[in-house]
């Protein structure tokens, strides 16, 4: 292996529609929970420090019991926990689906089962699944020709030596037999080549 598998990744942004679409996320969780606590907590607060007429004292008691018995306060809070939870969930399918897809179609390779991703049009993950697709097609085009060449040899090969056993051998067709099985070593070759561009 070259040091190129396992150096480091240098650049923090590797990856900008995804990494930007869960800090925008983020961010209007953040905005969401800061506007929620000004409108629910904080301009109660306010308010409570700015016009109550009492001594400093009872003011903070005032502030102190708002926040400890204010329990339509707590309610929301808890429900927007929950919304924000549930919400997080719905999301978070945009890539956890696709990635559950991914798994499931290698697991199958390692069967010997080849067959094309399919992700919902708004999942994530579409330029892995194309590129996916596109080594599994090189992959199922080089199975099914070594498969077929295979076969082909094992046919042209049994009929060389049916011939080389025969009382009077035909050179004429053992030439035949031996160009036609360069043909097939060639065809995988070939095959191989095109398909799987690393080196030999």
């Not at 070259?2 to 650049?11: D, P, S």
């Not at 529609?17 to 996320?25: C, I, S, T």
């Not at 499931?104 to 996916?132: M, T, Y």
Request: proline share 2%; aromatic share 12%; glycine share 4%.
């Amino acid at each position: 292996m070259t040091n190129r598998g396992i150096m480091r990744r240098k650049k923090s942004l590797v990856d900008r529609e995804l990494q930007f679409g869960f800090a925008w996320m983020i961010f209007g969780y953040l905005i969401l929970y800061t506007f929620f606590l000004l409108l629910l907590f904080g301009l109660p607060i306010w308010w409570l420090c700015k016009y109550s007429e009492e001594g400093d004292l009872n003011r903070y008691a005032a502030v102190g019991s708002f926040i400890l018995e204010n329990q339509a306060f707590w309610i929301l809070l808890a429900g927007f926990i929950i919304m924000v939870t549930i919400h997080s969930v719905i999301i978070s399918r945009k890539f956890g689906g696709p990635i559950f897809v991914i798994r499931r179609h290698l697991k199958r390779l390692l069967n010997g089962e080849i067959s094309a991703i399919h992700l919902r049009q708004k999942d994530s993950f579409h330029d892995l699944k194309d590129l996916l697709n596109e080594h599994f097609n090189q992959l199922k085009a080089f199975v099914d020709t070594v498969k077929s060449s295979k076969s082909n040899l094992s046919d042209l090969c049994q009929q060389l030596k049916n011939n080389l056993d025969s009382e009077n051998p035909d050179p004429e067709y053992q030439k035949t037999l031996l160009q036609a099985i360069d043909e097939e070593i060639e065809k995988i070759n070939k095959t191989t080549s095109e398909a799987w561009r690393y080196p030999s």
